[in-house]
């Protein structure tokens, strides 16, 4: 069975964007998207971020940020970020505005609040399809080291639902393996579409 999966994080895009980006490669089916209500990159300084509205293409964010100051944006790999995930999808998305694009069998979030978030979205939404869907956590913090190790456990994770034929029936196994390999605590939840 084919699952669809969104992959979700607050509004860097980096989270998201690199299990978004390992999936995509192994053929699965899968979008991302943000919860806040810009993104934000960083900038020269904590208090200077760079904001941008969700829909503003990446292409556009890599150019504006090699012009302002190449080397700060290179060496902080914010240019390198972004090169990726223009080559992933034209611009940002915000769930909340997902819409009818948005029918997934499971959705993985990176943090917490963000979990916490995508729950009371589905839980607001009129659920006409009474779909279930699997909503995960799994605990990554924000930087490129540890969002490319979360893409890649995320991406072990999906693999691992996708090899069943229903989650529904196998998601504690699945959870409690994951958790005894990694080392890693998974919170989950079933709402529905």
């Known amino acids: 069975m084919r699952f669809r999966y969104a992959m979700v994080c607050s509004s860097n895009q980096n989270r998201s964007m690199e299990a978004h980006f390992l999936l995509k490669r192994q053929g699965l089916d899968v979008a ?17 971020p760079n904001v941008y509205d969700f829909g503003t293409p990446y292409k556009q964010m890599f150019d504006e940020l090699r012009r302002k100051d190449p080397e700060l944006y290179k060496r902080n790999g914010i240019l390198q970020m972004l ?13 909340q505005d997902n819409g009818g694009d948005g029918v997934f069998d499971v959705v993985m979030t990176f943090e917490e609040k963000v979990f916490d978030s995508v729950l009371e979205d589905l839980n607001n939404r009129e659920q006409p399809l009474m779909r279930t869907i699997l909503v995960m956590n799994l605990e990554v913090k924000d930087n490129h080291e540890e ?12 693999q691992e639902i996708e090899g069943n034929e229903t989650w529904e029936d196998t998601i504690d196994d699945i959870v409690a393996g994951f958790e005894k390999q990694h080392r890693r605590k ?7 579409y």
């Open 147 to 158: 969002a490319a190790i979360g893409g890649r456990l995320a991406l072990e994770l999906c």
């Open 186 to 192: 998974l919170v989950y939840s079933i709402s529905f």
């Open 32 to 48: 991302s998207y943000g919860t806040g209500s810009h993104v934000k990159l960083p900038g020269p300084s904590a208090r200077e």
């Open 83 to 95: 090169k990726r995930n223009l080559n992933v999808k034209l611009a940002p998305q915000r769930w």
